[in-house]
């Protein structure tokens, strides 16, 4: 059974760091990209970033461009997203997520993905 489990999201004050992680199990994910998602009340799943299988491309949303790396440690089966300069409108749940295209390109679109985890708050307070 796979599993995604995010961690590392809570409160911050504007213009703080956090850095969440996701840890996944029930399938070696170093061959498939991975990425992370958020969802804003009263909004869609929007794409924030994405990571190839092998970590040498990344592909950003253009609000969190500068702000936000995505990375992986595919020996720990772990992906991390490190948020800076955080602002109040990042405030979301934040889901990873992973397609099941091996070798395949990352994607913008949450349909693409074919596992979600369960999602982490972060909360970025003005």
């Known amino acids: 059974q796979v599993q995604l489990v995010e961690s590392g999201g809570g409160l911050v004050q504007a213009g703080g760091s956090l850095r969440l992680s996701c840890a996944a199990s029930g399938r070696t994910f170093n061959r498939y990209p991975m990425g992370w998602f958020r969802q804003a009340p009263g909004k869609e799943r929007d794409f924030v970033a994405g990571i190839a299988w092998g970590g040498g491309r990344t592909d950003y949303a253009d609000s969190v461009k500068g702000r936000f790396t995505i990375s992986r440690d595919n020996a720990k089966n772990t992906v991390y997203l490190q948020m800076n300069s955080l602002k109040p409108e990042d405030t979301a749940v934040y889901y990873c997520?992973?397609?099941?295209?091996?070798?395949?390109?990352?994607?913008?679109?949450?349909?693409?993905?074919?596992?979600w985890g369960q999602g982490t708050q972060v909360t970025v307070s003005s």
């Open positions: 997520v992973a397609r099941s295209a091996m070798f395949g390109s990352t994607s913008y679109r949450a349909d693409d993905y074919d596992y």
